[in-house]
């Protein structure tokens, strides 16, 4: 199955006006692009720059509110409310879901746990849309001491427990190198939980040829298996954006 690349506009394109960027990602001939915090986006102009330019829209973020913590679970339901909204509104595959750093307070079976009751009354909300939402393991070592989610065993397993086909994993390649590696293994073996990925270079976030991940080992093993959701291309170039794009592109 051919795999679809999605372009990280925020990432990419940082500090490049909105339109500016949308606009590049169809000059680099990529199908889709992506962005973190639809709140902060003026959606009118993201779909009107979208349908100019014939692409479509990956993903964006739901908002950032801890699903460990179960005090402020309504507040999070309350977030992915409005968040299904707009996926809704701008025809979005893919919602984004951190779930909150570890508390040290609480005990860690009940954090797990929380996760998944969390979890378990947003599949209830997404029922019945096109809208998945994705929740995503990060590294703690470099980018995000303190965060919850680390392994994607964990991830995988909360996915297993809620049980719901609305409900997956965003599997980003760059932190679960940096957190466990055995990348082929994790993703293949669990490729029916993954809704999207990102990807970037290790060490630096940047090219993905820049490294010691073998990116084209890894796309060929997922365009083996039915996976059929985007491959999010995350990262901060460390050379020119556009030059970099070119050279990624023909890894699909
Ligand atoms: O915050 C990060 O590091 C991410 O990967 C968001 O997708």
Request: aromatic share 10%; net charge negative; with cysteine.
């Amino acid at each position: 199955m051919n795999l679809k690349p999605s372009i990280c506009i925020d990432a990419l394109f940082e500090g490049t006006p909105t339109a500016e960027a949308i606009a590049l990602v169809a000059k680099l001939g990529y199908p889709a692009f992506e962005f973190w915090m639809w709140w902060e986006k003026d959606l009118p102009q993201v779909m009107q720059a979208r349908d100019a330019h014939s692409l479509k829209i990956a993903a964006c973020c739901t908002k950032f509110v801890s699903l460990v913590d179960a005090q402020v679970r309504d507040l999070y339901l309350e977030g992915l409310q409005e968040s299904i909204a707009a996926a809704k509104q701008l025809d979005c595959p893919v919602l984004i879901s951190q779930v909150g750093d570890f508390l040290p307070e609480v005990d860690l079976e009940d954090q797990h746990d929380s996760l998944v009751a969390g979890l378990k009354a947003a599949a209830k909300m997404l029922e019945g849309t096109n809208i998945t939402l994705a929740i995503e393991p990060l590294n703690e070592q470099v980018d995000h001491a303190g965060y919850y989610l680390v392994e994607s065993d964990e991830a995988f397993e909360i996915v297993e427990k809620v049980a719901s086909p609305n409900v997956k994993v965003t599997f980003d390649i760059y932190h679960q190198q940096i957190s466990e590696g055995h990348l082929i293994h994790n993703i293949t073996s669990n490729i029916e939980k993954i809704a999207h990925f990102h990807a970037a270079g290790n060490p630096g976030r940047h090219e993905l040829n820049l490294g010691e991940i073998h990116y084209p080992a890894i796309i060929e093993a997922i365009q083996k298996t039915d996976y059929d959701g985007y491959f999010g291309l995350e990262y901060w170039p460390e050379a020119d954006a556009e030059t970099g794009l070119l050279e990624a592109k023909l890894l699909f």
